[in-house]
């Protein structure tokens, strides 16, 4: 039986549709890690922004029991720039969002992952350090470093995965 979902990611260096990768059997970390990476891509096709779309998910054990996307806060009107193109101040993060769903449910956010497609910024960071959350892993950087800089430095462990990273970046 053939889906109408179709197979494709977003290559978000050249914003071109790229097949989506087999994972196999899922026996690896690295392998849960990818998997919920590309989900984060497709989470934030659901945001409004029109700069930049971000997705997030926590998961515990290795699977997923939150999701956000970058937006306004219910009950707001979902517009995420203004007219000279920058983000609003009431735009919710993507990490910050699946957080704060996540509190009004009986999960616990200890000792979670956090999955993102961007670096936590610095106020999503001190939200990561706060609530317990042990791991992130995330695709792109984010425009200023200090967000995953204080994360390092909480102990909180931190892994990038791109394809196009070397580790001496």
């Known amino acids: 039986m053939e889906s109408n979902r179709p197979n494709r990611i977003l290559d978000t260096e050249a914003n071109q549709p ?10 690896s970390q690295e392998e849960f ?3 919920f990476l590309e989900m984060c891509f497709l ?12 997705g997030a998910i926590v998961a515990k ?6 999701l956000g996307y970058n937006g306004t806060p219910v009950g707001f009107d979902n ?5 000279d193109g920058q983000t609003l ?6 990490e910050e969002n699946a957080i704060c769903f996540l509190a009004r449910t009986h999960e616990s956010t200890e000792g979670t992952t956090l999955y993102s497609c961007l670096a936590p910024c610095a106020k999503c960071a001190r939200m990561v350090i706060q609530c317990g959350i042990k791991r992130v892993v995330y695709r792109n950087r984010y425009r200023y470093d200090n967000g995953v800089q204080m994360l390092k430095e909480a102990g909180i462990e931190v892994v990038r995965l791109h394809p196009n990273f070397n580790q001496d970046d």
Request: aromatic share 2%; net charge positive; charged share 25%.
């Open 18 to 27: 790229q097949e989506a990768r087999s994972f196999g059997n899922l026996n």
């Open 33 to 35: 890690d990818l998997m």
């Open 43 to 54: 989470v934030a096709q659901r945001s409004r922004a029109k700069r930049n779309q971000v």
């Open 61 to 66: 054990d290795n699977r997923p029991i939150s």
């Open 79 to 83: 517009c995420c720039e203004g007219l």
């Open 89 to 94: 101040e009431t735009v919710v993060h993507a």
